[in-house]
């Protein structure tokens, strides 16, 4: 009982004076301090995650990006690799590594032979958050990306600044949204399927009379904005962390 301090409480019972308990104090000292939201000082909540001005996800998130350079419609050319969607992939993982990220990039590109959305690691094993370069949440997991779309725009690049927008054209005619977006090349449809049987050439031409379908950098037309571009055309590329 050393060990202890010793208190003396007074107890009523029964109507019975000067009856008294010894127990050790210790047992009722107040515990940790609880800070705003319920969560015990030097701990971390679930739900208390929030936005970081770089990206800073967890080990198991998945950054997505849109790239801060365009591209022509023949990515092999400017890869000097593989032809198909293979070659933006190397362009994004390059762009990762140059921002400080780790890891393997897939372009979301549809091409001749794969949909965009099956190019990409699935979530058959354990769906992942995914974020974009600032901590934005963008998505639950790869199968609500696609099935749904963004939670939120999916415009800010590998270094985590904005896109530049681009002239508003899709095609040479005036943007469906009326609005100055960034152009996406994606060769899919809404749900990442396959828009183009061979976008431009399998991605390997920039002929004026070849053309891919592309996306713009809102969250309702990210994929497929509802009109082709011409391949000699400029267009960035979005990026997703495997």
């Given at each position: 009982m050393s060990s202890h301090r010793i208190a003396l409480l007074a107890l009523g019972l029964m109507g019975?004076?000067?009856?008294?308990?010894?127990?050790?104090?210790?047992?009722?000292?107040?515990?940790?301090?609880?800070?705003?939201?319920?969560?015990?000082?030097?701990?971390?909540?679930?739900?208390?995650?929030?936005?970081?001005?770089?990206?800073?996800?967890?080990?198991?998130?998945?950054?997505?990006?849109?790239?801060?350079?365009?591209?022509?419609?023949?990515?092999?050319?400017?890869?000097?690799?593989?032809?198909?969607?293979?070659?933006?992939?190397?362009?994004?993982?390059?762009?990762?590594?140059r921002a400080g990220h780790t890891g393997t990039f897939k372009a979301l590109l549809s091409d001749a032979s794969a949909p965009a959305k099956s190019r990409v690691l699935d979530d058959a094993s354990r769906a992942r958050l995914i974020v974009d370069s600032t901590g934005q949440k963008i998505a639950p997991s790869v199968t609500v990306l696609f099935q749904n779309g963004p939670a939120a725009a999916i415009n800010h690049t590998e270094s985590g600044g904005e896109v530049e927008a681009g002239d508003g054209s899709c095609n040479t005619q005036p943007s469906p949204l009326g609005q100055a977006v960034a152009i996406v090349w994606t060769g899919a449809n809404a749900t990442g399927g396959r828009s183009d049987a061979n976008p431009c050439g399998n991605w390997k031409s920039n002929a004026s009379g070849t053309t891919a379908q592309a996306g713009v950098t809102t969250a309702d037309k990210w994929l497929n904005a509802g009109c082709a571009i011409t391949c000699d055309k400029s267009a960035h590329l979005y990026c997703l962390q495997e």
């Open positions: 019975i004076p000067g009856c008294f308990a010894l127990f050790p104090l210790d047992e009722f000292q107040e515990g940790p301090a609880v800070a705003d939201g319920g969560v015990q000082e030097g701990g971390t909540s679930s739900d208390a995650r929030t936005d970081a001005p770089s990206f800073e996800g967890g080990a198991n998130d998945r950054l997505i990006f849109v790239t801060n350079a365009t591209f022509s419609g023949n990515l092999v050319s400017q890869t000097g690799g593989e032809g198909g969607a293979v070659a933006g992939d190397a362009f994004c993982t390059d762009a990762a590594r």
